[in-house]
């Protein structure tokens, strides 16, 4: 009895595990090897510190990536590590996906095929190789979505009712899932009205179970807390060499919190209709090729199959894509990893369906050939059918996604620590100042320079980049600018010498100030 148990086990964990080293293994050998620019090195230098990161702050990643670099310090310097730690989160997600997939449609073969697709979707592949909240975010998404049809398959379990009495910790842990992931990242927030709707799709009499929503809302509001008390606590008493801004008052916790800093990024999300969904066809078409006439079917099969989880995942789907087309700031790809996932399992379901279609009546004796052959056959239609399009674009999407060669950003910082002086100032711009972050919390490598960036200005109500550079020349010291569009005004009131760098015009000397300026 207890060697059937341990093979039912192993025949339950094993093909998780083998599809996450498969998929580690896959966006591994396209890591970035170290520095990046943006907010990739930002991340690369505030987790190892557990320092405090731009709105919304990202503190699970923070405390998380703060641990992985202390457990991954074996394998390299902090900018690699947490460019592993994104790696590893891709790996997790494709494991638990393959055990979500697994509940859903009763096949682990469907499941591996399902794990492996997603890692190989252009999108997933390319987050996992460099350091990037969206890859975790990837992964507490598949976390959450399991704990929750875990729950709901032994909530509604017949006849059992040893599983019924354990469901509920499975709520629990979704609660507290759930809540590690809003203080990852705030497109988790999207998923809340789906998942209150799912909560009570499965159980409608929850309110009345006062004991089990008092124990979601406490340990909701308890991971919370301390999740989030990472930002005043690091920006006041146990301060980090790196906070940006004030999140040790009030005023600028909630700035940070609440991200006030992206307020009006949302733009008229109720026009262009007609152009946001031919947007959202053609990224459908990068992302699953072929595969994308078959959402949709996924999607009308999982309603018949599984409806609760289909509510769920419908509802999210469409609130993170809606918010996603009239979200106007940065990388916008990103926001679609849990649409990505939410329609491999679709499909998981849909091929599920129509495996159980044509062997529907059919029963196979245990131990026959036939009975061995069918999970063969049905992890080889499965592959077929799901995995056709990413083997013939695998060479594209493997290129696409490498950065195992991009080290232009370790080769702009060096240039830098060659250039400038010990007690220079460099009055710099966002993607650019990260790196330099870099160099001097990290490595140590710029002593004395004072790196201006733009929050810096606001923070200290410093002025304008002329402000500044006039504030450092004052007090004689050496200053460079790097700046994106407003040259024109710095050059009217200053000489200025464009340096040789390897990124053009990404670093300038001040020589001194034209006759006449202040």
Known sequence: MGQSAALVRLATIGPPVVVGLISFALVARGLQPGLAFWDTAELQVVAPLMGTAHPTGFP?????????????????????RMNLFSAISVAVAAGVTVDLVRVLTGSRWIGVVVGLGLTLTPQVWAIGTHAEAHSLHLALLAILL?????????????DDDARRAHADRWLVAATVVFALAVGNHSLTLLLAPAIAVYVLAVEPRIIRRWRLVAGCLGALAITLVVVYLELPLRAGPFRAPLVYGTPDTWDGFRYIVLAEQFRGSVVDPFGNLGGKLNALVTRTDHEFGALKFLIPVGFGVTAIRRPRYALLTGIALFLTVFFAASYDNAAIERYYL??????WTWLG??????????TRGRTFAPGTPAAWLRPIAVAVIAAGVLLTPALFAFSDRARAADRSEDTIAQRWLDSVVDTVEPNAAIVSWWSYSTPLWYGKHIDGRLPGVDIIDDRTRLDEALGSPADVVNRYLDQGRP?????????????????????????PDSLARVVARRDGAS
């Open 60 to 80: 699970t990643y923070v405390l998380l990536g703060w641990l992985a670099s202390v457990v991954l310090q074996p394998f390299g310097e902090p900018a690699f």
């Open 146 to 158: 399991r704990l929750l049809v875990g729950w709901e398959d032994r909530r509604r379990a017949p």
């Open 338 to 343: 849990g649409p990505i996932l939410i329609a």
């Open 349 to 358: 379901i849909l091929v599920g369906g129509a495996v159980d279609l044509v």
């Open 479 to 503: 200053v460079y600018v790097i700046r994106l569009d407003d040259w024109a005004p710095l050059e009217e009131e200053f000489v200025i010498e464009h340096l040789q760098m390897p990124m």
